[in-house]
């Protein structure tokens, strides 16, 4: 055999044996691929193939006891900025600039001039008023603005803004929102927060293909799991009735040296609240502007009207009287004489315009608000009957109102440390003892209503899926027996025949119970403020079956009184709602003409 053919053998083994190692080698590579890491490969193409994208539920709707609507969904533009590749003309970037949530203003000109780079998430919600101009800048394929995209996304919306923030709360995006995908959000206070797993229903899925390019492929494959929307809520409100009592109220803060107000109105048959204002308010639709704003941010996180606590003053002896009346240790027609000063322990106790009133009634103790006639009946009850009471009645502990915020108060009794006989002489007229609006509210409707402690509630039915669930009243107990109630309504009663402008009822034709109270603020440490005081009028109508109880609260910026600055409002409100619930006038009173 030649030279040249044991060659060419060789050449030929030796390329027949590389296609054989080439052929080797591909077929282990594809037992790995094929077989060894078969569920591995599948998983991770499937993840880098597949995306799923979250199916928002649509939040359920909120109306008032007549259907009016309170809290809607409507389309709403999220706006993003890429500031790589801004541009436009300076007007332009001044409305881009004033479009911002951010609240580190020199950060926003950083990026309209150029001095950063990035995706930024620039609005939350793009103003109404704005989206049109802004819009148009878009639009513009000359001279107009680079860089800035708008998307579509659900939008809460609240048709009555500041009427109705303290009572429905509001929403806020969690966090930093995906290009790709809606943004969540937190439901923060009021009914929002309280019923917010039943608002907010359950999200849904979609899985579909996607390229490279994070493109999602139209004939590609896809799986659907559809969304469950929220149920829809009907409150206890009556918006006619939040809209008179915010007017009026707003109308006393404006003329009045007041630093803030609250009025709540509820059925004390029942407990179902009826209006529920609180002064200065925000627009739940603005969250941002309000958090940027430290006037209006304090009102995001706290509700006055059930997570604030105060000192109620002279309001509280209603509860001292009945208490009292109850214990039988005194009766409707038993005197004292108030010589104007009180000694307990080592505390002196004054009436409020420290002067003495001589013998009295019982009647007479509410009627000149006599602090002195109030610790004389704290005394006969002792301590322990009368913290009991305040216990039935729900004081130091959350009423249950269904709600996002409310507070417990604080009520310092025997058993607590630091308390001294003479709290209990305090209490007896309100000082000394911390309470919210709400709490104060139930409790003298356990008065008013005949001796049963209710809890106040605000969502009257919840509707799911065509299903509708009411909500009923709830009774927690009896406090007094209704001879004792009838008694302190008619002697609250003698009081409402006495506080109108003229000197006479409060509404002609109606018997209407209320009590008025000064009082003053506690400064922590340093025992009571000097300058300011908080006036208050708490009272039902008609006295002998109340169609409605109401307090109306006014924290002055100066030294205000209940019977100059709070009662006006409480008079002008119960005649219009004696009217708007068409109220029968009293038996044997003689109707306004």
Not at 91 to 99: E, G, S
Request: proline share 6%.
């Amino acid at each position: 055999m030649t030279s040249f053919a044991i060659q060419a053998k060789r050449r030929t083994i030796f390329v027949m044996a590389l296609l054989f190692i080439m052929a080797l080698a591909l077929f282990a590579r594809l037992l790995d691929l094929q077989i060894l890491r078969h569920d591995f490969l599948v998983a991770e193409a499937a993840e880098r193939i597949w995306v799923e994208i979250p199916l928002r539920a649509r939040r359920g709707r909120i109306y008032d006891r007549s259907g009016q609507p309170l809290a809607l969904n409507e389309k709403g533009y999220v706006l993003w900025v890429d500031a790589g590749r801004l541009e436009g003309p300076p007007a332009a970037l001044a409305l881009l600039a004033r479009l911002s949530d951010w609240r580190d203003k020199a950060l926003v000109n950083q990026v309209i001039s150029k001095q950063r780079s990035g995706f930024y998430h620039w609005a939350r919600w793009v103003d109404p008023q704005y989206l049109e101009p802004l819009l148009e800048w878009i639009d513009k394929p000359d001279n107009g603005l680079k860089g800035v995209t708008l998307e579509v996304e659900p939008r809460r919306s609240y048709p009555y803004k500041e009427l109705l923030a303290p009572v429905l709360g509001y929403l806020q995006d969690s966090g930093q929102p995906d290009a790709r995908q809606v943004t969540e959000y937190n439901a923060y206070g009021g009914v929002e927060a309280y019923y917010d797993d039943v608002l907010r229903g359950v999200d849904g899925w979609m899985r579909m293909e996607q390229d490279k390019q994070y493109y999602m492929i139209p004939i590609g494959r896809s799986e659907k799991h559809p969304p469950r929307d929220g149920a829809h809520l009907t409150l206890t409100l009556d918006l006619n009735i939040q809209y008179m009592a915010e007017r009026i109220l707003a109308e006393a803060v404006n003329k009045s040296e007041v630093r803030r107000g609250d009025i709540i109105v509820m059925d004390p048959q029942t407990g179902a609240i009826l209006a529920f204002v609180s002064l200065p308010s925000f627009d739940p639709g603005r969250v941002t502007q309000c958090a940027n704003d430290p006037n209006c941010e304090e009102m995001l996180y706290t509700n006055p009207v059930i997570g604030r606590h105060y000192e109620p003053g002279s309001t509280f002896k209603i509860l001292t009287m009945a208490i009292a009346l109850e214990e039988h240790v005194v009766r409707p027609d038993s005197a004292f004489e108030c010589t104007g000063l009180a000694v307990v322990g080592d505390q002196y106790f004054h009436n409020w315009n420290s002067q003495a009133h001589g013998y009295e009634t019982m009647n007479e103790i509410l009627l000149h608000s006599c602090n002195v006639g109030a610790v004389y009946l704290s005394q006969r009850i002792g301590p322990d009957a009368y913290y009991r009471y305040l216990d039935r009645l729900g004081f130091g502990r959350p009423t249950g109102l269904d709600m996002a915020g409310e507070a417990s108060g604080d009520l310092r009794t025997p058993d607590s440390d630091y308390w001294a006989l003479s709290d209990l002489a305090a209490n007896s007229f309100g000082q000394a003892i911390n309470v919210t609006p709400i709490q104060l509210v139930t409790a003298v409707a356990a008065v008013a209503n005949g001796g049963e402690l209710v809890r106040p509630y605000i969502v009257q039915a919840i509707e799911s899926n065509g299903v509708v669930t009411e909500t009923l009243p709830t009774v927690r107990g009896r406090v007094f027996h209704s001879e004792v109630c009838r008694d302190v309504s008619e002697m609250l009663a003698d009081i409402g025949d006495i506080k109108s402008l003229e000197g006479g009822a409060i509404a002609p034709g109606y018997r209407v119970a209320a009590k008025t109270g000064t009082a003053q603020i506690p400064i922590p440490g340093q025992g009571y403020d000097p300058y300011r005081t908080i006036a208050s009028v708490i009272g039902y109508a008609p006295a002998e079956d109340p169609r409605f109880l109401m307090l109306v609260r006014l924290e002055g910026e100066t030294e205000v009184w209940g019977d100059q600055v709070a009662m006006p409002i409480f008079r002008e409100l119960t005649q219009f709602l004696l009217g708007y619930l068409r109220v029968p006038p009293s038996a044997g009173e003689r109707p306004a003409d």
